[in-house]
């Protein structure tokens, strides 16, 4: 057990619909990244938080926002979701921001679209 | 601009025999190179990490990595394969630069087979 928490482990939804998944780092850990995995384009940098303050993005759509509160959880919302979005999308926490950090994964969400 | 190539998608190995995955980076900068590994169903887990310190580093479960600069690998060995070895390993990088995060490569599927 990693101790990063991710909720739910699965949810299925229809085309255009909006949902939310839920992190919560390990005990200590500052840092929160969101990764989207799919067959196609394997594992995927989103986003990357640090304290509440946005540290760092990769190849997050316009449709799809984060934030982190002040209690460190963080929340990924995924809007107007298209076929495509269908992934596994995994957070992951760290206690520092720098980029030789050991991450610490959750289990995943399943998205499917349907 | 930082990348990861995973040479090979998939190796089959037989128990007790050696593991060769292979890894390339590209960094602009003196980068950090790490290796996860992904069980079915499960999140994925930090096997070793190199930061410039020795060129030859070891990780959990027997696995290690040897950074070659002049080749820009970063190849993951380990002697004698285990039935539990059979996974999905990564090789990612980073370039230690600030606003960058990891960035993973397709993946490489071991079997191994009795």
């Known amino acids: 057990d990693s101790g990063v928490t991710q909720t739910p482990k699965h949810l299925i939804t229809a085309t255009g619909q909006r949902v939310t998944l839920r992190c919560s780092p390990r005990?200590?850990?500052?840092?929160v990244y969101w990764y989207q995995q799919s067959l196609d384009q394997g594992l995927q940098f989103l986003i990357q938080?640090?304290?509440?303050?946005?540290?760092a993005k990769g190849n997050i759509l316009e449709r799809f926002s984060a934030q982190q509160f002040p209690d460190l959880h963080s929340e990924l919302n995924l809007s107007s979701l298209e076929l495509g979005d269908s992934a596994l999308y995994f957070c992951?926490?760290?206690?520092?921001?720098?980029?030789?950090?050991?991450?610490?994964f959750g289990s995943g969400t399943q998205l499917s679209v349907l | 601009a930082q990348s990861v190539t995973q040479l090979d998608s998939h190796v089959s190995v037989s128990e007790g025999t050696p593991v060769l995955l292979r890894c390339n980076y590209s960094?602009?900068?003196?980068?950090?190179l790490f290796w996860y590994v992904q069980h079915p169903n499960k999140g994925l887990q930090l096997l070793l990490k190199?930061?410039?310190?020795?060129?030859l580093v070891k990780g959990i479960n027997g696995f290690e990595a040897e950074f070659k600069k002049s080749e820009t690998s970063f190849h993951l060995t380990k002697p004698s394969a285990h039935m539990s070895d059979a996974a999905e390993y990564f090789c990612?990088?980073?370039?230690?630069?600030?606003?960058?995060?990891?960035?993973f490569g397709k993946g490489t599927t071991l079997s191994v087979s009795s």
């Open positions: 992951a926490s760290s206690v520092g921001w720098g980029s030789n950090e050991k991450l610490f």
């Open positions: 990612v990088v980073s370039d230690n630069q600030a606003g960058t995060a990891l960035i």
């Open positions: 960094s602009s900068y003196s980068p950090s």
């Open positions: 005990s200590g850990d500052l840092s």
């Open positions: 190199y930061t410039s310190a020795a060129t």
């Open positions: 938080y640090y304290n509440g303050e946005e540290r």
